[in-house]
C-alpha cells in the first residue's frame, strides 16, 4: 500500500540540523514509531511531500530547508511575562522557572504552545516561544514501517489511535 491522503503511516527516523553530524536532536525508534494520518495537516508538509507514494520497507532522506521546516527564528516570539502568572495557590512549583525549563502554555483562545524559560528575576520571566528547531536546515533519515488505511474513528478524531488508546 502506497503512502497517501487519509491513510495512516508509521515511520521510525533520526533528526539531525546538519547533513553529516553524528548528533541526533530526535529520533523514533522501531518499537515506537512515530504515526500520522497522511494529509492531515499535522506534519511539516515538505515531510509529508517527500513520502508521499512510499510503501511499507522504503526508506527516506531528506533535507528540510530552513522555511521548509519551522522558519527562521523570530524575535517577536520572545516574550516577559509577570512571575506572578505561574503561581498555583498563591506558591511557584520549585525549579518551575529554572532557565532552560520547557513550559506548556495556553493563550485566552484556548492555544497550546510550549516556552522555554530563558531569564528569570523576581518580577518577570523571559520567554521563548520559537519551535526549537527553528532557524535550522533539518536532514531526517528513516524508514516506512507501515502504511494503512484510516479507520473512521481516527479520521473523526483526527489522529490515530494506537498503542490502546480510544476515546
Same mark, same amino acid.
Given at each position: 500500500m502506497k503512502i497517501?491522503?487519509?491513510?495512516?503511516v508509521a515511520v521510525s527516523y533520526e533528526l539531525r540540523i546538519s547533513e553529516n553530524s553524528e548528533e541526533i536532536v530526535d529520533v523514533a525508534y522501531d518499537d515506537d514509531p512515530l504515526e500520522f494520518i497522511f494529509g492531515s495537516g499535522m506534519m511539516l508538509?515538505?515531510?509529508?511531500?517527500?513520502?508521499?507514494g512510499l510503501s511499507k520497507g522504503d526508506t527516506f532522506e531528506?533535507?528540510?530547508?530552513?522555511?521548509?521546516?519551522?522558519?527562521?527564528?523570530?524575535?517577536? #516570539?520572545?516574550?516577559?511575562?509577570?512571575? !506572578?502568572?505561574?503561581?498555583?495557590?498563591? $506558591? @511557584?512549583e520549585d525549579g518551575l522557572l529554572d532557565v532552560g525549563n520547557i513550559i506548556p502554555m495556553q493563550d485566552e483562545n484556548g492555544n497550546h504552545f510550549n516556552g522555554q524559560v530563558i531569564e528569570s528575576d523576581n518580577q518577570m520571566i523571559k520567554m521563548d #516561544?520559537?519551535?526549537?528547531?527553528?532557524? !535550522?536546515?533539518?536532514y531526517f533519515s528513516g $524508514? @516506512?514501517?507501515?502504511?494503512?488505511?484510516?479507520?473512521?474513528?481516527?479520521?473523526?478524531?483526527?489522529?490515530?489511535?494506537?498503542?490502546?488508546?480510544?476515546?
Open positions: 497517501e491522503k487519509n491513510k495512516v508538509q515538505k515531510f509529508e511531500d517527500n513520502l508521499e531528506l533535507k528540510l530547508s530552513i522555511d521548509e521546516g519551522y522558519g527562521d527564528r523570530n524575535e517577536d #516570539f520572545i516574550s516577559e511575562i509577570p512571575k !506572578e502568572i505561574f503561581e498555583q495557590n498563591g $506558591k @511557584i #516561544f520559537n519551535h526549537p528547531l527553528a532557524g !535550522e536546515e533539518l $524508514k @516506512i514501517l507501515n502504511v494503512r488505511v484510516a479507520t473512521k474513528q481516527e479520521m473523526k478524531h483526527g489522529h490515530v489511535h494506537s498503542h490502546g488508546h480510544d476515546h
